[in-house]
């Protein structure tokens, strides 16, 4: 029991059991278990933002205008968050202007990426944030 946390659902039907948490009263976090893929995905989506700052901002700046607009949440028949997130890198990744890389997806697994990663760079070339 963390006092900084309040449990406030546990889907345990799911595919992958889910215990929906809220951490110190602002920020909704969702912990699985023995998901592994879940963790190839986090390892990609942390590679893409360690490309340039501008990736997370971004991102989290379309979250929460899609949680304000009441357009986020798979349960709700929206886009999930990762859903979104995943809008947002295509959307770099297919902009004539910005042709962000697309990062090999091989390149990653259970135990993070693989280290020719480190060798892509990418600079925004437009002032999104």
């Known amino acids: ?5 309040e449990l406030k659902q546990a889907i345990w039907c ?7 948490l ?8 969702d912990v699985s ?7 190839q995905n986090t390892y990609l989506l942390r590679a893409y933002c360690d490309l ?25 028949g ?18 004539a202007d910005l042709a962000m890389p697309c990062l090999p997806t091989h390149c990653f697994d259970f135990h ?3 280290p020719e990663i480190s060798n892509i760079v990418w600079t925004c070339q437009m002032p999104l944030a």
Request: net charge positive.
């Open 112 to 114: 993070g990426p693989a």
């Open 78 to 95: 929206f886009l999930s968050s990762y859903s979104i997130t995943l809008m947002v890198l295509y959307f770099l990744q297919v902009d």
């Open 22 to 29: 809220k951490f110190m009263d602002r920020v909704d976090v």
């Open 1 to 5: 029991q963390q006092c900084d946390f």
């Open 14 to 20: 799911a595919r992958v059991p889910i215990l929906k």
């Open 52 to 76: 340039c700052t501008v990736i997370r901002k971004l991102v989290l700046c379309i979250k929460f205008w899609s949680k304000q607009e009441g357009v986020n949440g798979a349960p709700d």
């Open 33 to 39: 278990c023995h998901n592994l893929q879940a963790l």
